[in-house]
């Protein structure tokens, strides 16, 4: 299972908010609820993630059994 705990840390450590997210880049909250569920996203998403956050995708996301 794919799980982004590590998107919420590393939305910290930049101090971007799901907010912020969401006003400045567009971001759906539906996305962000996906998100938080640990639904399927699609790389797209993760794409724009990473873009906004000047990170990885292993920033954002890990698999677990």
Known sequence: MIVYDKLWA???EKG???YSLI???HI???QL???RKND????HTIDVLCEI????PGD???FRK
Do not use: P, W
């Open 10 to 12: 590393t939305m910290k």
């Open 23 to 25: 006003k400045n880049y």
């Open 40 to 43: 399927n996203v699609s790389t």
């Open 53 to 56: 956050l000047d990170c990885q």
């Open 16 to 18: 971007i908010t799901q």
């Open 60 to 62: 954002l996301m890990e």
């Open 28 to 30: 759906s909250a539906g």
């Open 33 to 35: 609820s996906r998100l």
